[in-house]
């Protein structure tokens, strides 16, 4: 039997109009799909480019100039002194504002009266002492200024608590020292000269400090007396 022509015809239009709401129905999630994600990427800008907030300008560190003058402590010309010691050597290099202190020591190793002596007195974390040579110097006065700052590596004259007192002696700071305060205005800065500092071998200071040590007789409270002693085993100017 044929087919019955007017049924297939009133189908077709049926799926003819599913197709055509199907397709309004996709038409209108794309459009709806693309003005969200327009919106969207907006937000996202006007988020990632914030209005800047104004920030004060940072102040820049207050530093030393490095600009050699006339009276810089220290200058090419400074003087030079390398410690020849049984640990290894050290280099020092002299203040040009402390003349009398320099040439003071200055003196003393031109005359060879270093050679030979020990670092008798040597404290971890302090310092080291040596300088105790066999015939007396007179005694200099101090010269302890407005910059006398005994920090690490810095060397300085020993001497008694008298003013002007200081000689042969002298030590190495093995440690930032110019806090120490021992009341009633005295204070290590305004007490010993600082003349010099290590430039060279500053590892070979740290090895003397550290080294052992036992009881100081002297000073029962202090381990100070190294147990192997290190010999300067030549003092000599070297500029």
């Known amino acids: 039997m044929a087919p019955n022509n007017k049924y297939k015809s009133s189908r077709q239009k049926s799926m003819n109009r599913l197709f055509l709401a199907i397709g309004l129905i996709v038409v209108i999630v794309l459009a709806i799909g693309i003005t969200y994600a327009v919106i969207g990427n907006s937000g996202a800008n006007s988020t990632a480019t914030p209005t800047p907030t104004p920030t004060a300008s940072p102040t820049p560190a207050v530093t030393a100039s490095t600009t050699p003058t006339s009276n810089s402590e220290y200058s090419a010309s400074s003087i030079k002194v390398l410690l020849h010691t049984s640990a290894g050597d050290i280099t020092l290099q002299l203040r040009?504002?402390?003349?009398?202190?320099?040439?003071?020591?200055?003196?003393?190793?031109?005359?060879?009266?270093?050679?030979?002596?020990?670092?008798?007195?040597?404290v971890s974390g302090f310092m080291i002492q040596g300088g105790k040579i066999t015939h007396p110097v007179s005694s200099i006065n101090d010269e302890i200024g407005n910059d006398n700052h005994n920090v690490a590596y810095t060397i300085a004259m020993a001497k008694t608590s008298a003013p002007n007192s200081a000689t042969n002696e002298f030590f190495i700071n093995a440690a930032d020292n110019s806090q120490i305060d021992y009341g009633q205005g005295v204070t290590f800065d305004n007490t010993y000269t600082v003349f010099g500092k290590v430039i060279s071998g500053q590892n070979i200071v740290d090895t003397i400090a550290n080294a052992p040590a036992t009881q100081n007789p002297n000073m029962p409270s202090e381990i100070s007396v190294p147990v192997h002693p290190v010999t300067i085993l030549s003092a000599t100017i070297i500029s």
């Open 96 to 122: 040009n504002d402390k003349p009398i202190t320099t040439t003071n020591f200055k003196n003393i190793v031109k005359s060879g009266s270093y050679d030979g002596t020990t670092f008798y007195r040597t």
